[in-house]
């Protein structure tokens, strides 16, 4: 399984950015698929997860309420819409495909992409 993930960039403050991971090889469909990120100094946390089927996603409490993760399976992508950004928000973000549910742990995960760079300005 190979993961893509591209969208990051720079935004100001209260902006919003759409990132996209594309997967090729094995059955995106059957698969739960996250998102993390990773700041500076900091461990990778989590923040955003989707069920095989796309009707089940959990978030992290700092994220409810601005991001949406969602996915399209004829597609092999899984997406997480940012909106509301605040400089915080700045880390490279990674997809990965998860096992399990609930997915909010990075033991759960087999398979990364590279990441992409969020930086969000004040």
């Known amino acids: 399984v190979q993961l893509q993930a591209s969208g990051g960039g720079l935004v100001q403050a209260g902006g919003s950015l759409r990132l996209s991971c594309t997967a090729s090889?094995?059955?995106?469909?059957?698969?739960?698929m996250g998102w993390f990120r990773q700041a500076p100094g900091k461990e990778r946390e989590f923040v955003a997860a989707?069920?095989?089927?796309?009707?089940?996603?959990d978030y992290a409490d700092s994220v409810k309420g601005r991001f949406t993760v969602s996915r399209d399976n004829a597609k092999n992508t899984v997406y997480l819409q940012m909106n509301s950004l605040k400089p915080e928000d700045t880390a490279v973000y990674y997809c990965?495909?998860?096992?399990?549910?609930?997915?909010?742990?990075?033991?759960?995960?087999?398979?990364w992409g590279q990441g992409t760079q969020v930086t969000v300005s004040s």
């Open positions: 989707i069920r095989w089927s796309g009707g089940t996603r």
């Open positions: 990965g495909k998860g096992r399990g549910w609930p997915a909010g742990r990075i033991i759960q995960y087999d398979y």
């Open positions: 090889g094995g059955t995106f469909s059957s698969y739960n």
